[in-house]
Nanobody, 114 residues
Framework: QVQLVESGGGLVQPGGSLRLSCAASGFTFTNYAMYWYRQAPGKERELVATISSNGGSTHYGDSMKGRFTISRDNAKNAVYLQMNSLRPEDTAVYYC???????WGRGTQVTVSS
């Protein structure tokens, strides 16, 4: 079955950077697009970024463009989210998700605060 384990979150100051990782298993990773979502307290879950199955196409939410970069390593069954110029409003639990699946992992907490 689909398993996704997010890691790399933490506490960072405004303007700082973090790199999130997602380890995937239980499916043929190279067949699926992957997503990063986030959910802030009291808010709806929000799509952060999308990457195609071969990594050739990416898309970002408007507030992430130019600051976040999604990538994947199909040899390692992993997807990443490089986050730069972090803002307090980026504070949320971040989740990776496989296209066509309803499975959600536990996520990783990102807190941006001075």
């Amino acid at each position: 079955q689909v398993q996704l384990v997010e890691s790399g979150g933490g506490l960072v100051q405004p303007g700082g950077s973090l790199r999130l990782s997602c380890a995937a298993s239980g499916f043929t990773f190279t067949n699926y697009a992957m997503y990063w979502y986030r959910q802030a307290p009291g808010k709806e879950r929000e799509l952060v970024a999308t990457i195609s199955s071969n990594g050739g196409s990416t898309h970002y939410g408007d507030s992430m463009k130019g600051r976040f970069t999604i990538s994947r390593d199909n040899a390692k069954n992993a997807v990443y989210l490089q986050m730069n110029s972090l803002r307090p409003e980026d504070t949320a639990v971040y989740y990776c998700k496989r296209s066509g699946s309803t499975y959600w992992g536990r996520g990783t907490q990102v807190t941006v605060s001075s």
